[in-house]
T-cell receptor, first 113, second 113 residues
């Protein structure tokens, strides 16, 4: 069955530092891929989604993700962290032909002043 | 003009009671979902309806019964509530195709005492 793995349940970076959140999917055929962010006591918001048009996808709030088929990865990055980026981040996949979207276990991002 | 709205936001009740959560979307989407988020932030799909037809029914106790009176509404009724039902329940909607993302409500925090 299709699954998605997020390495690191908690990532802590200094303000201004690079943010790297890891996501790997398990499928020989690339699924549809998404990153979501959840701020405390809120629902999930879409950060970005992969389309086959480009391997580097730009999202909101300065985030971007790179699709690497050879590594079955879709890692999320941001060049310079801001305090407001502190939140829970979820990688998600929709297998081809499927209706449901499956979420990874989430990574909590903390930002140190 | 909230896209996906669910009520109530908080629900505190005793074991054995029956409760309902309501969800409405004004995005014109054909597909709606219920997800459960546990205390560790893990998101698990429960149900999905496409244009009032049940298309996803994961391994969920039959105490949980979804109802979709029309494609803009998806309600969740829970009978005989148990302590383990305590979680945050999220409603979401999407167009049922490929890379269409989910749009989430703000969640209903259910606490069973």
């Amino acid at each position: 069955a299709q699954s998605v793995t997020q390495l690191g349940s908690h990532v802590s970076v200094s303000e201004g530092a690079l943010v790297l959140l890891r996501c790997n999917y398990s499928s020989s055929v690339p699924p549809y891929l998404f990153w979501y962010v959840q701020y405390p006591n809120q629902g999930l918001q879409l950060l970005l989604k992969y389309t086959s048009a480009a391997t580097l996808v730009k999202g909101i709030n300065g985030f971007e993700a790179e699709f690497k088929k050879s590594e079955t990865s879709f890692h999320l990055t941001k060049p310079s962290a801001h305090m407001s980026d502190a939140a829970e981040y979820f990688c998600a996949v929709r297998p081809l032909g499927a209706s449901k979207i499956i979420f990874g276990s989430g990574t909590r991002l903390s930002i140190r002043p | 003009d909230t896209a996906v709205s669910q009520t109530p936001k908080y629900l505190v009740t005793q074991m054995g009671n029956d409760k309902s959560i309501k969800c409405e979307q004004n995005l014109g989407h054909d597909t709606m979902y219920w997800y459960k988020q546990d205390s560790k932030k893990f998101l698990k799909i429960m149900f999905s309806y496409n244009n009032k037809e049940l298309i996803i029914n994961e391994t969920v106790p039959n105490r949980f019964s979804p109802k979709s009176p029309d494609k803009a509404h998806l309600n969740l009724h829970i009978n005989s509530l148990e302590l383990g039902d305590s979680a945050v329940y999220f409603c979401a909607s999407s167009e049922d195709r490929g890379n269409s993302p989910l749009h989430f409500g703000n969640g209903t925090r259910l606490t069973v005492t």
